[in-house]
């Protein structure tokens, strides 16, 4: 059974940093091309992303908002993906998912923030930035 089961929100004063963890269980990920996205969900806004990491070599991706604020990484052992959250701004603040999709390093490339192109959905972790 294919599964993704996001963790690690919470409630951060502007400024700080978080860590979501994305544990992923029931896919092939070191034998077929798999990429891991995050994506979040503000209230009235819609779903939109954030980064996404190639599993099969690691390549990654980001929002332009993101860049360097954000890291996403993988544990191959686990599996497990995580997005490091840094300097986080109360505009941040959303319901945030992990996605998984079956595509080559090459299609991940161009389609990485179409949500609607994502297979499997975790369930979502809220994440508040207020002071």
């Known amino acids: 059974q294919v599964q993704l089961v996001e963790s690690g929100g919470g409630l951060v004063q502007p400024g700080g940093s978080l860590r979501l963890s994305c544990a992923a269980s029931?896919?092939?990920?070191?034998?077929?091309?798999?990429?891991i996205g995050w994506f979040r969900q503000a209230p009235g806004k819609e779903r939109e992303g954030v980064a996404c990491i190639q599993w099969s070599d690691g390549s990654t991706y980001y929002a332009d908002s993101e860049k360097g604020r954000f890291a996403v990484s993988r544990d191959n052992a686990k599996p497990t993906v995580y997005l490091e959250m840094n300097n986080l701004k109360p505009e941040d603040t959303a319901v945030y998912y992990c996605a998984a999709i079956g595509a080559s390093p090459a299609a991940t490339a161009h389609n990485w923030a179409r949500s609607y192109l994502y297979d499997y959905w975790g369930q979502g972790t809220q994440v508040t930035v207020s002071s």
């Open positions: 029931g896919f092939r990920l070191g034998v077929d091309h798999y990429a």
